[in-house]
């Protein structure tokens, strides 16, 4: 995430709707990629509702953001509407990383069933799984919980579990369709296998056996080595995790290089993400949290972001 400056000087964070020194109303503008002061435009409609602040196209309705999501939880749920508020939080930081990278994001058109939406439902009344199927991305608002999600990333034995992760991950099932399905599926199978093994009977396996021994070695998460499709997106995650987090150092001066986004991603990992990542784990551990980014990147992940890195590029 980049740095942003109200017109008075004063240094703004991207969720920022109000300047702290000068007052002034913000809105983030998809065009300008900037936040910008409103100046008598109308914001989003659903500010109060999601705390959104992007700019809509027209004025009273809301904006590219919000209209990709297709179903909410309903007014009246009070345990679902604060999850809900939290997860549209995500999400838009999700497609400022998208429009970053230069990713289509094309809203879901239900004759063809292309483009993208979301279903953000609330698990108060009724099951919800995670997971994407032709463009929808549905998240269970559940993990927007703190509680939940901790309790749930314990009882699978994960290091890592937040919204945006999971927004990260089930895109990455999307972008599979777009970049790959279409594609060179051949130089995808010599990476991560052959998807077309069962993904049934993969699941079936992980959840009654567990990963394979030794899996590190090859997998950036246990859950990568269920299926071909799991390890792209569970992957594609991490590139996005890494890239992300590298902007927003290289932003805030926790480590500037001019050349992050020209350099091999293999040597960006190896030559600045790594020992980054080993800093912050040592800082979080020094404040008596957890390890920031909780994960070891063996020389064949590595080599899988290597892949995807270049897919997007």
Known sequence: MRSFTCVC????????TVCLRCGRALGYSRVERDLRPLDGLAGCVNLDL???????????EQCFACS???????DGDLEGLPQYYRAEQAKRRLLYELDRIGLPVEPHDPDTERGLAFDLLSSVAEDVTTGHANGIITLDLAEGDTVHREKVRLDLGETYRTLLGHFRHE???YYWTVLVEGGDVEAFRAVFGDE??????AVDRHYAQGPPAGWEESFVSAYATMHPWEDFAETFAHVLHIRDALETAHQTGLSVDPQLATRDFGDVVGGTWVPLSAALNQMNRSLGHGDLYPFVLAPAVVDKMVWVDALLR
């Open 9 to 16: 000087g004063q240094t703004l964070a991207y969720e920022n």
């Open 50 to 60: 999601n705390g959104c602040n992007w700019i809509p196209d027209v004025a009273g």
């Open 68 to 74: 990709l999501t297709r179903t909410r939880p309903n």
């Open 171 to 173: 895109i990455g099932h």
């Open 196 to 201: 077309r093994a069962s993904y049934a009977d």
